[in-house]
């Protein structure tokens, strides 16, 4: 299984483990999906992670961050219209999954991702867990 993580749900899965979104990220670290993953996505996650109010230990963050980058695929994602997102920042995650081919983008906001092209199976962490069941 591969998948596009949103920073939204890796934060909440840092944050309360024994969720939805904690699982997911146990999934990933454990070896049972592939985590897809450009640059943008990248320096978002090492942006948000390090804010102090989420207050994520550093070492957790390293830690988690460089699995990423070690076990996860870096995609060379082609660009889609600025347009498909309420939020621009959202539209890397959409490019990495169309151009990864990617099994699911898991986000907690869904209404951002409403204009994801349909070859991107867009869920929420509850939904992607319950699809893998």
């Given at each position: 299984m591969r998948i596009v993580l949103d920073t939204n749900v890796l934060v909440r899965g840092l944050l309360n483990p024994s969720g939805f979104p904690g699982r997911i990220i146990d999934l990933i670290l454990g070896g049972s999906i592939t985590l897809l993953y450009d640059d943008r996505i990248l320096a978002e996650y090492e942006d948000v992670l390090a804010r102090p109010q989420l207050k994520i230990e550093k070492e957790l963050s390293a830690s988690v961050l460089g699995f990423f980058?070690?076990?996860?695929?870096?995609?060379?994602?082609?660009?889609?219209?600025?347009?498909?997102?309420?939020?621009?920042?959202?539209?890397?995650?959409?490019?990495?999954?169309?151009?990864?081919?990617?099994?699911?983008?898991?986000?907690?906001?869904?209404?951002?991702?409403?204009?994801?092209?349909?070859?991107?199976?867009?869920?929420?962490?509850?939904?992607?867990?319950?699809?893998?069941?």
């Amino acid at each position: 299984m591969r998948i596009v993580l949103d920073t939204n749900v890796l934060v909440r899965g840092l944050l309360n483990p024994s969720g939805f979104p904690g699982r997911i990220i146990d999934l990933i670290l454990g070896g049972s999906i592939t985590l897809l993953y450009d640059d943008r996505i990248l320096a978002e996650y090492e942006d948000v992670l390090a804010r102090p109010q989420l207050k994520i230990e550093k070492e957790l963050s390293a830690s988690v961050l460089g699995f990423f980058r070690l076990s996860g695929e870096r995609v060379t994602a082609m660009p889609l219209p600025s347009d498909l997102s309420p939020d621009p920042d959202d539209v890397p995650f959409m490019e990495v999954a169309l151009s990864g081919k990617a099994d699911a983008l898991v986000t907690g906001n869904l209404k951002h991702f409403k204009n994801a092209p349909v070859e991107v199976a867009v869920l929420s962490p509850n939904e992607f867990i319950k699809k893998l069941s």
